[in-house]
């Protein structure tokens, strides 16, 4: 059933937490997962927003998911695009990207709400240094009853399939179950996990801690429910055979093309992105909050 719970870093920004399942020390990856935060609920005051400033990324795909709130995405492929509830954005980092994220001015000016998933996939070998690229897709299917909703973000799941794109086979759903809800979890993927983002909900009875990662047993189909009400997140996929490294936004098979990244954007190398150039987030002095454990 359950193989494996992850409780979460936790890291109060004073309006909302962020909690950090992946990587940890007890785990690295769920399929091609190899970052998971949680962030929110959080309302910003007036006229204040997030801001995250440039900084890079390679080797990685991030997918951002938000359940409230809205972002401004700005890449150095010259993208810019106001991220919302109900469509995924996917940025495929491969050889390498530099991007912002945003609270929009129009949610600054009535008080950000911020509330979603951040999440890193790694490349498969083979395809870490792809050309990188920027998605954004709205027309995903939907599975639901009475009781159960669920939102197919990336791979098939209860035989509908996203257009998203993926790199190594990946699932990724949200579950919204209301009173006595109910949906099978199936077994297909290699690795798959769940985290109960809010409300109360148990796997075939065994129930389940809030913001906990739940990393479910390989081959063992069950069911998730609800007697109150649930908001859970399903992620998994295809288990790699190799090994990942992690240091700050670098995610690589290779230390030393870790290290060559580091260089790179300490030498100014990395492009910039268009409209948000001013300012950069700088490389971590020390050790970085994001990094793989030996």
């Given at each position: 059933?359950?193989?494996?719970?992850?409780?979460?870093?936790?890291?109060?920004?004073?309006?909302?937490?962020?909690?950090?399942?992946?990587?940890?020390?007890?785990?690295?990856?769920?399929?091609?997962?190899?970052?998971?935060?949680?962030?929110?609920?959080g309302?910003?005051?007036?006229?204040?927003?997030?801001?995250?400033?440039?900084?890079?990324?390679?080797?990685?795909?991030?997918?951002?998911?938000?359940?409230?709130?809205?972002?401004?995405?700005?890449?150095?492929?010259?993208?810019f695009?106001?991220?919302?509830?109900?469509?995924?954005?996917?940025?495929?980092?491969g050889?390498?990207?530099?991007?912002?994220?945003?609270?929009?001015?129009?949610?600054?000016?009535?008080?950000?709400?911020?509330?979603?998933?951040?999440?890193?996939?790694?490349l498969?070998?083979?395809?870490?240094?792809?050309?990188?690229a920027f998605?954004?897709?709205?027309?995903?299917?939907?599975?639901?009853?009475?009781?159960?909703?669920?939102?197919?973000?990336?791979?098939?799941?209860?035989?509908?399939?996203?257009?998203?794109?993926?790199?190594?086979?990946?699932?990724?759903?949200?579950?919204?179950?209301?009173?006595?809800?109910?949906?099978?979890?199936?077994?297909?993927?290699?690795?798959?996990?769940?985290?109960?983002?809010?409300?109360?909900?148990s796997?075939?009875?065994?129930?389940?801690?809030?913001?906990?990662?739940?990393?479910?047993?390989?081959?063992?189909?069950?069911t998730?429910?609800?007697?109150?009400?649930?908001?859970?997140?399903?992620?998994?996929?295809?288990?790699?055979?190799?090994?990942?490294?992690?240091?700050?936004?670098?995610?690589?098979?290779?230390?030393?093309?870790?290290?060559?990244?580091?260089?790179?954007?300490?030498?100014?190398?990395f492009?910039?992105?268009?409209?948000d150039?001013?300012?950069?987030?700088?490389?971590?002095?020390?050790?970085?909050?994001?990094?793989?454990?030996?």
């Amino acid at each position: 059933m359950i193989a494996q719970t992850i409780t979460p870093v936790t890291h109060d920004l004073g309006a909302f937490q962020v909690r950090r399942a992946l990587p940890a020390k007890e785990r690295t990856m769920v399929g091609p997962f190899i970052f998971v935060d949680q962030f929110g609920p959080g309302d910003l005051d007036i006229g204040s927003g997030m801001d995250v400033r440039p900084h890079p990324h390679i080797n990685l795909a991030t997918v951002t998911w938000l359940f409230e709130g809205a972002i401004d995405h700005r890449d150095s492929l010259g993208t810019f695009l106001t991220i919302r509830p109900g469509q995924v954005n996917l940025m495929t980092a491969g050889r390498g990207i530099v991007h912002s994220e945003r609270s929009p001015q129009e949610e600054r000016a009535k008080g950000p709400q911020l509330y979603g998933m951040q999440t890193w996939l790694a490349l498969p070998d083979g395809r870490e240094e792809l050309d990188p690229a920027f998605e954004a897709v709205k027309d995903l299917p939907v599975v639901e009853d009475n009781s159960a909703k669920a939102i197919v973000v990336m791979g098939e799941l209860w035989g509908k399939c996203a257009a998203t794109t993926t790199y190594a086979d990946t699932i990724y759903a949200e579950i919204v179950l209301g009173e006595q809800g109910a949906i099978p979890i199936d077994a297909l993927a290699d690795e798959r996990a769940v985290m109960l983002v809010s409300g109360e909900a148990s796997l075939d009875d065994q129930p389940l801690g809030l913001h906990q990662l739940n990393v479910l047993k390989p081959g063992e189909a069950m069911t998730l429910r609800s007697a109150k009400g649930a908001r859970v997140m399903l992620l998994g996929g295809e288990a790699f055979s190799s090994k990942r490294h992690v240091w700050w936004n670098f995610v690589s098979s290779s230390r030393e093309r870790i290290d060559q990244a580091k260089a790179d954007w300490r030498g100014g190398r990395f492009p910039e992105v268009p409209g948000d150039s001013e300012e950069h987030i700088p490389i971590p002095d020390g050790q970085p909050k994001t990094v793989s454990y030996p």
